[in-house]
């Protein structure tokens, strides 16, 4: 109730913001796993069966570039694939604009050319496109060849597996020690997760994977982990001490700290994804830069991963392996007995006087609501107090036996 005498009224969206929301992530934390099973095994079965659109700078091939401004004017990537198709007797692999302005070029990327297929080719660019030089004038030196290893890709890929391994290797160090093995080994199995999920989407989709495709891929597991760091964080601070408390359970616990970091990891995951949205409209739609679009496509489809593997399957894995220790299962059946002491009590199956454990224990711990504590403070002796005799026919009684 406010100043003014009226009722306010908590939104959903207020305590989410506030992080006093009651989502029960943990508590179906069996739902989640079976979704990200289906989501890995589709992944591994694509991987496997499909494998991946490897573009040429893995596989090999020719490259063609050349200015998108002719006698007749700015042509387009079509019309260029058109006359590829005719000239080869095949479909390019791709055709894209490069750059913007004056200065946008056509980029051929095609199968291995042989020269007797290659100058016709150009030919038939230059006699159907006309394209112009620096000074404005029609110019067959405009348009330039090159040939792609597929040694330089095969390169990239092999460097960046030795920087992922050694990555993984040097984060479950790290989490090892500044938390512990068994936030480690969860975060662990979130980390692959996305790599695999979004390696998955590439390979179910379609989309080519070039060098930048790798070069993203890595990028996204700071980003995946940092999200993961913060819950984690959020986890120990609220299970400090909880073996000698009764307050509540270790998934109750891991459950709380997900729902007071949820709007935090919401609000990081949109800041970081704004500017991977700006290089897929700015530098694809604007610039026409397709490496950009390469780069930033890994980048969103990864830190989409990353944000729900943080939340929804790095905290409930985590609860499950430290349930399996036993003293976190003991203080779970420790928090359900005075549970059931604290409804008999409300119920009035129980005389209050049986809850003097429970009542003596939210004296010394501090749990349990702001009432209760005051109420088990006064009814606890002062220190340094006297003991109080007891009064009645046990007084007397216990008097009788002194004199005695």
């Not at 694509?46 to 020719?62: A, E, K, M, Q, V």
């Not at 894209?96 to 016709?120: F, K």
């Amino acid at each position: 109730m406010s100043a003014n005498g009226t009722v306010e009224r908590t939104t959903a969206w207020t305590r989410l913001t506030t992080g006093t929301g009651n989502l029960d992530v943990v508590g179906r934390r069996k739902i989640w796993y079976v979704l990200f099973a289906v989501l890995i095994v589709i992944s591994v079965l694509s991987i496997g069966i499909r494998g991946f659109n490897l573009g040429i700078d893995f596989t090999g091939g020719s490259q063609i570039q050349m200015p998108a401004t002719g006698a007749s004017g700015q042509f387009n990537e079509q019309q260029v694939s058109d006359i590829y198709t005719r000239s080869v007797g095949m479909d390019p692999v791709s055709v894209q604009s490069v750059g913007s302005g004056d200065s946008t070029s056509i980029l051929i990327r095609s199968e291995p050319l042989a020269p007797q297929q290659l100058v016709p080719l150009q030919e038939a660019l230059f006699a159907q496109l006309q394209p112009l030089d620096g000074q404005g004038q029609p110019n067959p030196a405009v348009i330039s060849d090159s040939a792609v290893s597929g040694t330089w890709g095969g390169e990239i890929t092999t460097q960046a597996l030795i920087a992922l391994l050694v990555f993984i290797v040097l984060v479950t160090l790290f989490l090892a020690l500044y938390f512990e093995r068994a936030m480690a080994l969860a975060a662990l199995v979130a980390l692959v997760h996305d790599i695999v999920v979004t390696a998955g989407i590439y390979s179910l989709i379609g989309l080519e994977v070039t060098p930048s495709t790798v070069i993203g891929l890595l990028t996204i597991l700071g980003f995946s982990l940092y999200d993961t760091v913060v819950v984690f964080d959020k986890v120990r601070e609220n299970t400090r001490g909880l073996l000698k408390l009764t307050r509540r359970t270790y998934p109750e616990a891991a459950n709380l700290a997900l729902n007071q970091t949820l709007m935090r990891s919401l609000n990081t995951s949109v800041i970081a994804i704004l500017p991977v949205l700006g290089l897929l409209v700015i530098g694809v739609g604007v610039l026409g830069v397709g490496t950009l679009a390469d780069l930033a496509l890994v980048q969103l489809i990864g830190m989409i991963c990353g944000v729900v593997s943080s939340l929804l399957l790095a905290t409930p894995l985590l609860v499950d392996i430290k349930m399996r220790d036993r003293r976190f299962v003991q203080q779970a059946e420790r928090v359900a007995a005075r549970r059931r002491r604290s409804a008999a009590v409300r119920s009035g199956e129980i005389d209050p006087e049986d809850a003097e454990p429970e009542t003596a224990e939210l004296a010394t711990t501090g749990a349990g609501s702001p009432a209760q504590r005051a109420s088990a403070a006064a009814s606890s002796p002062r220190p340094g107090a006297r003991p109080s005799r007891p009064t009645g026919k046990a007084g007397r009684a216990a008097g009788g036996r002194r004199r005695r």
